[in-house]
C-alpha cells in the first residue's frame, strides 16, 4: 500500500527565517510527486510535480527536490503571505490518477 | 479558464436523508477524480472518471455512494443514506491526463446530523 508521511506537523517561522518541509514515501513505482498549497476554506492549489529522483523545481520562494524516499519544500525568506498547508501527494506508476496523500505541514510566518 | 466547480459548498443533513454532489471540471479535461476528507485525517481518494467511465472505483467506501459522469463532462455524487461517519469534505479535482497535476476545487462540507 502506497504510503506518504509529512513532517513536521505543524512549523512556525519568523518572516525571512528559511526551513524546509520533509515528505517520505513508499509506493509501488513512483510516477510522481505533487506538492500542493492548501488555505483554510480552499482547495488543494496545485505548485510542483517531480518525476524522478535528482529532479528540483522552483517557484518564486519555493524549492522542490525528489530522492527516491523522500522530497522537500525549501523555503528561502518566507513572507506571511506564504502561510498555509503543505500537502504531499504520489502516484504509483502502476495506477495513474489516484493520488495518495500525507497529513500536511501547517506553516506559519510571523512578520 | 474557470477552475473546478463544485455545489453546494456547504449541505447539512440528517443520519438518513439523501444528498447530491456536483462538479464541474475544467473545460477539456477528460479526468475527473472524488476525494474526501474526513475529520483529522488526509485527503483520501474515492474514484477515477475517464470521460464518462469509472477507471478506477477503488476508494469508494460501500454502497451507499453512487458517482455519475454522463456524457463526461460534470459528475454527481450521491450519498444514500447518509450516515454520520459520511461527514467531511469532498473534493473533486480534473486533469487533463492520468499522470498530469490535478486542479481541485474548493470542496463541499457536509454534515450528518
Known amino acids: 500500500e502506497d504510503q506518504v508521511t509529512q513532517s513536521p506537523e505543524a512549523l512556525r517561522l519568523q518572516e525571512g527565517e528559511s526551513s524546509s518541509l520533509n515528505c517520505s514515501y513508499t509506493?509501488?513505482?513512483?510516477?510522481?510527486l505533487f506538492w500542493y498549497r492548501q488555505d483554510p476554506g480552499k482547495g488543494p492549489e496545485f505548485l510542483f510535480t517531480l518525476y524522478s529522483a535528482g529532479e528540483e523545481k522552483e517557484k518564486e520562494r519555493l524549492k522542490a527536490t525528489l530522492t527516491k524516499k523522500e522530497s522537500f519544500l525549501h523555503i528561502t525568506a518566507p513572507k506571511p503571505e506564504d502561510s498555509a498547508t503543505y500537502l504531499c501527494?504520489?502516484?504509483?506508476?502502476?495506477?495513474?490518477?489516484?493520488?495518495?496523500f500525507g497529513d500536511g505541514t501547517t506553516l506559519t510566518v510571523k512578520p | 479558464e474557470a477552475g473546478v466547480t463544485q455545489f453546494p459548498s456547504h449541505s447539512v443533513i440528517e443520519k438518513g436523508q439523501t444528498v447530491t454532489l456536483r462538479c464541474d471540471p475544467i473545460s477539456g479535461h477528460d479526468n475527473l477524480y472524488w476525494y474526501r476528507r474526513v475529520m483529522g485525517k488526509e485527503i483520501k481518494f474515492l474514484l477515477h472518471f475517464v470521460k464518462e467511465s469509472k477507471q478506477d472505483e477503488s476508494g469508494m467506501p460501500n454502497n451507499r455512494f453512487l458517482a455519475e459522469r454522463t456524457g463526461g463532462t460534470y459528475s454527481t455524487l450521491k450519498v444514500q443514506p447518509a450516515e454520520l461517519e459520511d461527514s467531511g469534505v469532498y473534493f473533486c479535482?480534473?486533469?487533463?491526463?492520468?499522470?498530469?497535476?490535478?486542479?481541485f476545487g474548493d470542496g463541499t462540507r457536509l454534515s450528518i446530523l
Open positions: 501527494a504520489v502516484q504509483a506508476a502502476t495506477n495513474a490518477g489516484k493520488s495518495t
Open positions: 509506493v509501488s513505482g513512483l510516477r510522481g
Open positions: 479535482a480534473s486533469s487533463q491526463g492520468g499522470a498530469q497535476p490535478q486542479h
